[in-house]
């Protein structure tokens, strides 16, 4: 089944709606903050630089890049319309910030002209990262700095025992909504094709314990299993309560670790 990441516009009206909650819930959540901010806290970025954040969604990263780094100017690129919308909506009055629809593919824009690329878990959404990198590169100015952070979905889980059924939807996420799961183990060699020197590369764990911070995962695989027929709404609905249940109890556990490579173009 195909990762409705990969064209969201061609998503239902209610999948393209748990999209853009998720993402703007995910990009607040306390849980994924410190993995945002590490990064941020290790780039330089000049007054009057350019970030280019590839593939901004909703725009939720794209903000608080745009907060951390005032001189500079910080413009968000995504394929989707629907979410492009949504992004422009929501950036507030935020002088050095803008978005635009576009494809990570084939970047309007010209060859050395930015500081800072980003590709916030873009890369295991898209069936050819090599492109999404090469383009990257090709915007970024000699000593321009890539950031990739990405998660490593191979090892997602919900489930607290085997046969879990809050596990099931982690497992139902990872499999129709995830292209390469196993995106994160290839960076560094995607990386090292480029000629770019990696000079960072760590794993953070991304522990929900309370609130709606992994509800997608419940959210989107019961849209998807009900629109195929596999599983009714109620299902769908006790699976959400029982989300809920755990959050509100304290018992709530989803994780998923999220790699972060910085490298340098020379
Ligand atoms: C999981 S979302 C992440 C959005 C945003 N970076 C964030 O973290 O909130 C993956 C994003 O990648 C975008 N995407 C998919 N294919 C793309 C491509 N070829 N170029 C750029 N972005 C792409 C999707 O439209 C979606 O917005």
Known sequence: MADPFEN?????????EIIATGLETRAEDPSMLPVIDAYLEMLGVRD???IVDIGSGTGGVTRRIADRFPAASVV???????LTTKAKDLAGDRPNLSFDVGDGAALDLEMGCADVAILHTVLSHVKTPETLIAE???ILRRGGTLVICDADFSKATMGVVPGDPLGSCADAFVSGAVTDAWLTGKLKPLINETGLSVEHFSVMNR????GMGAMTWV???????VAEGIIGQP????LEAEYIRRADAGLLFSFLPFVTLIAKKP
């Open 48 to 50: 009057g630089g350019l």
């Open 219 to 225: 959210r989107m695989s019961g849209a998807r299993l």
């Open 76 to 82: 968000g690129l995504e394929p989707s319309d629907a």
């Open 235 to 238: 299902l769908a609905d006790a």
């Open 136 to 138: 990257a590169v090709r």
């Open 8 to 16: 969201v516009d061609a998503a239902s009206a209610q999948m393209i």
């Open 207 to 210: 522990v929900v314990t309370s």
